[in-house]
T-cell receptor, first 114, second 111 residues
Framework: NAGVTQTPKFQVLKTGQSMTLQCAQD?????MSWYRQDPGMGLRLIHY???????DQGEVPNGYNVSRSTTEDFPLRLLSAAPSQTSVYFC?????????????FGPGTRLTVL | LAKTTQPISMDSYEGQEVNITCSHN???????ITWYQQFPSQGPRFIIQ???TKVTNEVASLFIPADRKSSTLSLPRVSLSDTAVYYC????????????FGSGTRLLVRP
């Protein structure tokens, strides 16, 4: 299994541009989440999904949209990029009904907005 | 969701045991305690999870007192490769997908 994959690894945008960060998992996990991590800070939850067709907002959802049309994919869309969205973005997934409740994280996308 | 408090940073030396304590005074009855490790430029990685008393795996031990208002992650005989940020999270089982990470504890292991 490839686990959780994210593309691209790096991206530079200009203010006002839009883009989609891709996240895919091949573990058939129901739950998926998007986090952002600013330099020297912890992770903040943006959006999450408990299954295909179901999404909900996390701590910092403004400026981001998500959709979950399949179990495998959970893209994050930046509507109009702002310098404040410069960050590293992590996608994570987890299964349900296990004895250990753990998330599996992707390698991250480093985004710079100029 | 229960709020957690951890030291911002800790220093240690190779071969020493490191104990990182997390306070979670308002932990709920059905909450579990989970620790993650994050290396630079990588996503967090699960270390250990527990509900009460002591849990041990091949990487670490987790000590939880009877009142569960705190927990201690113990890393035996640390090496340079244990330099990382360690996060303590508290939440109900099966809720990890929506938990919020705090700032964590930045552990520096020196030679």
């Amino acid at each position: 299994n490839a686990g959780v994959t994210q593309t691209p690894k790096f991206q530079v945008l200009k203010t006002g541009q839009s883009m989609t960060l891709q996240c895919a998992q091949d573990m058939n996990h129901e739950y998926m989440s998007w986090y952002r991590q600013d330099p020297g800070m912890g992770l903040r939850l943006i959006h999450y999904s408990v299954g295909a067709g179901i999404t909900d907002q996390g701590e910092v959802p403004n400026g981001y949209n998500v959709s979950r049309s399949t179990t495998e994919d959970f893209p994050l869309r930046l509507l109009s990029a702002a310098p404040s969205q410069t960050s590293v973005y992590f996608c994570a997934s987890k299964d349900s009904g296990l004895e250990i409740d753990t998330q599996y994280f992707g390698p991250g996308t480093r985004l710079t907005v100029l | 969701l229960a709020k957690t408090t951890q030291p911002i940073s800790m220093d240690s030396y190779e071969g020493q045991e490191v104990n990182i304590t997390c306070s979670h005074n308002n932990i709920a009855t059905n909450d579990y305690i989970t620790w993650y490790q994050q290396f630079p430029s990588q996503g967090p990685r699960f270390i250990i999870q527990g509900y009460k008393t002591k849990v041990t795996n091949e990487v670490a031990s987790l000590f939880i007192p009877a009142d569960r208002k705190s927990s201690t992650l113990s890393l035996p005989r640390v090496s340079l490769s244990d330099t990382a940020v360690y996060y303590c999270l508290v939440g109900a089982m099966d809720s990890s997908y929506k938990l919020i990470f705090g700032s964590g504890t930045r552990l520096l292991v020196r030679p």
